[in-house]
């Protein structure tokens, strides 16, 4: 079972980039999802969640209104859409998938079981 992000790089102040993270080896289409992420020198922190129906979603303060995430079913993605990227985004991105079924969208890094290698995401100023 594996889930394996893409999509990070560096760009600039105030630009954006699309995270993905695709699955392989299971179906997680009844897991809910996460986006994670963990800077030098710092814990890591839930960035965005979405439940398992895409019904509800969760975003931390300090990316409210910039990302966005969503998820595919067919071929099973989840996407994270950065928009107005600062430099204090700078940090490797990680997907990871719920150990429970039909659940809603948690921050709780302890309630996911399935985690990716992660991604950077450099943001320069």
């Known amino acids: 079972v594996q889930l394996v992000e893409s999509g990070g790089g560096l760009v600039q102040a105030g630009g954006s980039l699309r995270l993905s993270c695709a699955a392989s080896g299971r179906s997680f289409s009844r897991n809910s999802m996460g986006w994670f992420r963990q800077a030098p020198g710092k814990e890591r922190e839930s960035v965005a969640a979405?439940?398992?129906?895409?019904?509800?979603?969760y975003y931390a303060d300090s990316v409210k209104g910039r990302f966005t995430i969503s998820r595919a079913y067919a071929g099973f993605t989840v996407y994270l859409q950065m928009n107005d990227l600062k430099p204090e985004d700078t940090a490797v991105y990680y997907c990871?998938?719920?150990?429970?079924?039909?659940?809603?969208?948690?921050?709780?890094?302890?309630?996911?079981?399935?985690w990716g290698q992660g991604t950077q995401v450099t943001v320069s100023s």
């Open positions: 990871a998938a719920d150990r429970s079924l039909d659940g809603l969208a948690t921050p709780v890094a302890d309630e996911y079981e399935y």
């Open positions: 979405i439940g398992w129906n895409g019904g509800n979603t």
